[in-house]
């Protein structure tokens, strides 16, 4: 059974920064495509980051430079480090997987599990 379980979310004000983690289990990351997405109120749905089982790495425009996706094989765990939040961040993040895929993606539909997600609130 697979499973992906985020934490770190949270409240903070504008400029602040957050980590978010997704604890995986019944894959293997480091064999597998990883992304985060977001959810903000009244919008759909918006790939953040992905990163390939080779590890490469994609950001969307909206966050590069501020957010950036890694992972810790070791630990089986895929972060977000999201700095200079901003208002507009305010979102309920998920991270999503796909074993043994090539290549990073910001589409939705390139994912097949999915965690429960993680509120993030920034205040201006």
């Known amino acids: 059974q697979v499973q992906l379980v985020e934490s770190g979310g949270g409240s903070v004000q504008s400029g602040g920064s957050l980590r978010l983690s997704c604890g995986v289990s019944?894959?293997?990351?480091?064999?597998?495509?990883m992304g985060w997405f977001r959810r903000a109120p009244g919008k759909e749905r918006e790939g953040v980051a992905s990163i390939s089982k080779f590890g490469t790495t994609i950001h969307a425009d909206s966050v590069k430079g501020r957010f950036s996706i890694s992972r810790d094989n070791a630990k089986n765990t895929l972060y977000l480090q999201m700095n200079s939040l901003q208002p507009e961040d305010t979102a309920i993040y998920y991270c999503?997987?796909?074993?043994?895929?090539?290549?990073?993606?910001?589409?939705?539909?390139?994912?097949?599990?999915w965690g429960q997600g993680t509120q993030v609130n920034v205040s201006s």
């Open positions: 999503a997987a796909r074993a043994s895929s090539f290549g990073p993606s910001l589409l939705g539909a390139e994912y097949n599990w």
């Open positions: 019944g894959i293997t990351i480091s064999n597998s495509r």
